[in-house]
């Protein structure tokens, strides 16, 4: 695989796995509120896939490691925290 293929491949692996992770957290948050096992499972099994997926994207697009988890950190953090606050204000 060429270069540039691995590079496309691998954002399409990381923005894949990001969406995964972030509405995995939110559906777990949402999912505590009622007694919906299968919602907290699903929502779990996003995490894990997300995860799973991110090492992928990880290995494909071969950034140096520092830069790749603070890219990651903030793009699992920022939509979780933009959402968390409506979030909250529902649950109320």
């Given amino acids: 695989?060429?270069?540039?293929?691995?590079?496309?491949a691998g954002n399409l692996?990381?923005?894949?796995?990001?969406?995964?992770?972030?509405?995995?957290?939110?559906?777990?948050?949402?999912?505590?509120?009622?007694?919906?096992?299968?919602?907290?499972f699903g929502s779990a099994a996003a995490i894990v896939v997300g995860v799973a997926l991110l090492m992928r994207a990880r290995k494909l697009l071969d950034w140096h490691r520092a830069f790749f988890?603070?890219?990651?950190?903030?793009?699992?953090?920022f939509p979780v925290g933009i959402l968390l606050p409506a979030m909250l204000k529902w649950w109320q």
């Fill in 13 to 40: 692996w990381y923005f894949i796995s990001v969406y995964l992770i972030d509405f995995g957290i939110l559906g777990v948050l949402f999912f505590s509120k009622f007694e919906s096992r299968n919602g907290r």
């Fill in 1 to 8: 695989m060429s270069k540039h293929f691995q590079t496309i």
């Fill in 69 to 77: 988890w603070i890219v990651t950190m903030l793009a699992i953090a």
